[in-house]
């Protein structure tokens, strides 16, 4: 039997954040990975924003592969047969260090591992935890490839299931209402086109949202990022709504019609598909987090629930990279003080608290809520889009006074609609 | 859906020892396969003439939805051992 003093369940970002944390300090830590390697099993819409993480991992950035700095903004609101665009740029976003970056995981998770076993952290591919070993309640260590690993202090970063901690109690399984599935491809393009289709410089890179009919009037919505010599396309859709909406039709369905919407297939015109992936993601929020720590056990990453959905942004990888960093932190702590029990670890949860990942949680608590009204993903859409039509169209005849058509679609109905809306939408 | 199946086809995939995922003796019928139905983005599970649902566990690109759909009465839920199934490039 193998002993450690911090076995970390799954190479992600979490687990990884954690391994070059504690292996940055002298402690063996071993990595499990089911993947053939770290990232093989890992997949993101891939957008990175620095400025909350940077701090925490200094020196660690400037070889990292990251894609593109994404310098140009932009969402498209989508009706059934019209769609409304905007873009943003800035010189906050075009000057100085990147706030966010585009990655793929597969490449960026692969080289993080390596830069966290060059500190002295094992690596385990092809490694699969099925289990916790426990003593006297508290968590001792894994059951892997049918042998049992030892250590003080177990992180599961095992992922959006959750597995182990709903294994070890501290959550039950996830409610179909707080996930959605992404799914997504990876699009082969030559680096200049991609520059010249979305008007950035060289390493310079764009993200796109779409919102609207593409989910059929679910919860949901889709997304672009430009990486260096490829775009991630994907589509995101509650898991909750598609069990319930037998209307929307499927999902994989839902993902070819919006890649053929006339706003996205130019977009990726003569670019050729070289993955098609899925995940799933928490959606839940604040409210859907699962218990942080246990006896000899710490949760980090998607297994503790931690993405942060607000419609504008969508953000996962720095909560994992942080809470990550965290957890290893409170091991660090823990060590010292020779203990490894629930109260010792909920340190943890208290510097979460103090930290963007919890004080974000918190502050965002009611968004996922305000984000299911089925008014923003199928009515607004279309009224913003047939306002539009009617301001754009000349007809044969005299027109109508913009007023006349400004007052024909925000009826006082509307306008009322409207309100109760924004009062719920101010809660974000 | 052949179309879906040639994209799958662009996927690394190493052999699955034995299926990860069943629909669990008995509950072949479950309503509740509907949502799996649906949601899968591989298009893994098929609902038959018959009202019997059938999972092909080949494509499988382990994201669990089938598993937050359905829940665990339904389907006995696991990942794959080491090494095997889905392995991503990109990611």
Redesign the interface.
Known sequence: MERFDVIIVGAGLAGLAAAYTLAGEGVEVVVLE????P??????GGRLYLNPVRDLFPGLWDEAPLERAIVREGATLMARNRSFTFHYTGGELRNGKPQSCSI??????RWFSGRAEERGAMIL????V?DLVRENGKVCGVV??GDELRADVVIACD???S?LPEKAGLRA????RD?A?G?K??IRLEPGVISDRFTVGDGEGAAHLFAGDITRGLFGGGFLYTNRD?LSLGLV?S?GD??KE?A?????AL??AFKARPEVEPLIRGGQ????????IPEGGYRALSGLCGDGLLVAGDSAGFALNLGFTVRGMEYALASGYYAAKTVIAARKAGRFDATVLAAYRQSLEESFVLKDFRTFKDTPRVLANPHLFGHYPELIGNLLRDLYTVPAGPKSPVFTTLRRHLTLSELWTMLLDAKEVAKI | MSDLKTRLGLNVFKPLPAPHIRIRPGMERDPRLRAAVRACPAGLYEEGADGVFTLTIDGCLECGTCRIACGTEVLEWGYPEGGAGVQFRFG
């Open positions: 089911r993947g053939d390697y990232g093989a099993k890992n997949v993101s793929l995981r597969s490449k960026f998770d591919a092809k490694t699969l099925t892997a490839g992922g959006v299931l597995l399984p996830g409610l179909s996930y599935v799914i491809e990876v490829s859709v898991i598609m069990a037998a929307a039709g499927d999902a994989p993902f070819d598909t070289v993955e098609y992936g899925a995940h799933v």
